[in-house]
């Protein structure tokens, strides 16, 4: 009952987040030209780190295949491999996909760090039959 309750609590935090995000990206690029304060654009860069922390959590606490844990961080991998091939491989390529993908993996990153820190914590806790 309280696993239950608490992937909904982290499914919730995963889809308010994500609204709060798409609302920043929607904002940023809704006309043109261009014209983003700094602030947002720090918010457009690494707002993402929050729905991808939740859903990392979310997805480590599912049952399944040990490739699960991989899954939220293939989410950002694979376009931003295809950005690279579709830029030649250049090393400005590298660079803005390096950008762009690092507050998600660092999300992801953190909610491994943090599953496994309260299963050991949980493990501490119950005796030894």
Known sequence: ????????????CFLVSLAVYLVIFVSAFAEL????????QLLLMFFHFIPQFFLQLLVCRLEGPVW????????????????????GGAGLGWVLA?????AP???????????GITRLVHRLRRPNP
Do not use: E, Q, Y
């Not at 009952?1 to 919730?12: A, E, F, H, S």
């Not at 030209?33 to 947002?40: E, K, M, T």
């Not at 844990?69 to 830029?87: D, E, G, I, M, W």
């Not at 992801?108 to 943090?114: D, E, I, R, S, Y």
């Open 68 to 87: 699960r844990f991989v899954l939220p961080f293939a989410l950002f991998l694979v376009p931003a491999l295809v950005f690279v091939l579709c830029t």
């Open 98 to 102: 390096g950008g762009w993908c690092m």
């Open 1 to 12: 009952m309280k696993k239950n309750r608490t992937d909904r609590i982290l499914l919730g």
């Open 33 to 40: 030209p261009l014209n983003i304060s700094p602030l947002h």
């Open 105 to 115: 993996l660092s999300g992801c990153a953190l909610g491994w760090l943090v599953f």
